[in-house]
C-alpha cells in the first residue's frame, strides 16, 4: 500500500479538555464551574452522569504522559480551568492550581511533548455566572485578568496558546439552546455572548504575547461546510444563513469583516452590546486558527412546505458515528482550501477531529476499533490533500486522547483512542491508539 508522506515537522497530536477529563471538581482549591452546576441538576446529563471524577486526570496525569510518550505524540492540547486558577473567577490566585498546570508542563516537555494550551474549554466560573456570564461584559474583562494569570505562570514554558474553544458552542448550546450549560435559552443572550467570548479573545492576544514572549496565540472554532439540501432557493438561502451562524459569525470579525449582514437582516439582530472599538478588539490579528472539524451541515429549509420545495438532492453518507454525525471527510479539505482563500491566517490546525463508536473490551483484554481507524485514515488524507493544495496546516490533534464525558451525552459517547473503564479508571490504548502511533513515526498515513 502506497504511502501519503507529511511535511517534515508536521505536529502530530492528541486533545481533551479539563472538565472531560480531571475529575476532582472539589479539590485544591478550586471553585465551581457552570458545568459543575449543570451536571448536578437533574435531567440535564444523560444517566444523570456529571464530571465529578471523570477520568481522574487531575491524580493519574503522570500515567497518561506516559501513555502519550508511548504512543509516540508530538504535540498534546489541552485546557486550563479557569476555576482552578481563579476560584471565584478574579481576584486571588489560586497558587495550587497554578501548580497542578505547571508540573504537568513540566512533565509533558520532559517527555519531548510540547503542549498547546486552550484557556478556556466552557468550564466558566460559577461565580462570573451569577453575576451575568458571558452575556456580560464584566465576563471578558475577568477573562483577561485569568488569562493574563496563566501567562505569566506558565509563558516561559508554552509557546503556544488558544483564547477559546468553539465560542459558538459556548454562546448558542449554552445561552440559546439550553442543552449545554448554563442551559439558558434566550437568543438575545447568546449573541452578546458571542460578541463577548470574541471581545475577550481579541483583548487577550496581546497580553499573552506581552507575558509569553516568542509564542503564537490563536483561536479555536468548530467549523462546518454548510450544504443545499436541493437546488431549491429557499434551500440555498438556508444553507447560506447556517453558514453565516456557524462560520462567518465567528470568522468574518475577526478578519476585520464585522458580522455578517445577512444573518443580521434575516433574525432582525439588536447588537446593542457592541461598543466603539470592539470590533478592532476582535481583529487583532492572531498567529494561527484552530479548526474543529468533524461533518458537513445539510440544510432542508424549513421556511416553506415540504411539499412547496424541489425533491432532495443531496443525502448523507450512510453508517454515521455513534453520534448521529455524518462522516464526510471531503468537508475538511473543502473547508480548508475556502479558509486559505477567504480567511488567510498565517497557519492552521487541525484541533480537534474524531469519532464516536460503541467500543468495548474484547475477550483477550483488547479493544479493536477498525472504523475509527478507516475514519481517521480518511480525514488525513483529506489533510494532505490541502496541504497539497498550498494551505499552511501545521499540525493535527485527534480527538480525544482517551473516552471521557462527553458533555450531555454523559459517558455514553466513545471518542478516544485510549479506552477507559470508568469503574476502575484504567485505560487501554485501543487499535487506532496503535496504529495512530505508526503514522507519526512514520509521518505518513496509507492511501486508500
Known sequence: MSLIQFPTGFLWGSATASYQVEGAWQEGGKGESIWDRFSHTPGKIQAGDTGDVACDHYHLWRDDIALMRALGLKAYRLSIAWPRILPTGHGKVNPVGLDFYSRLVDELLAAGIRPFVTLYHWDLPQTLQDRGGWPARSTAEAYVEYAEAVARRLGDRVHDWMTFNEPWVSAFMGYEWGIHAPGHSDRHEAFAAAHHLLLAHGWAVPVIHRDSPGSQVGIVLNLSPHHPASPSTADALAARLGDAKNNRWFLDPLVGRGYPEDLRDALGLSLDFVQSGDLAAIATPGDFLGVNYYTRTIHRSDAIPETANKPRTLFPNPNPTTMGWEVYPEGLYELLTRLKAEYPFPAYYVTENGAAYPDQVGADGQVDDPLRVAYLRAYFAQAARALAAGV????????????????????????????????TLHRTPKTSARWYSRVIRENAVEAD
Do not use: C, I
Not at 400 to 413: P, T
Open 392 to 423: 499552511p496546516l501545521r499540525g493535527y490533534f485527534v480527538w480525544s486522547l482517551m473516552d471521557n464525558f462527553e458533555w450531555a451525552y454523559g459517558y455514553s459517547q466513545r471518542f478516544g483512542l485510549v479506552y477507559v473503564d470508568y469503574k
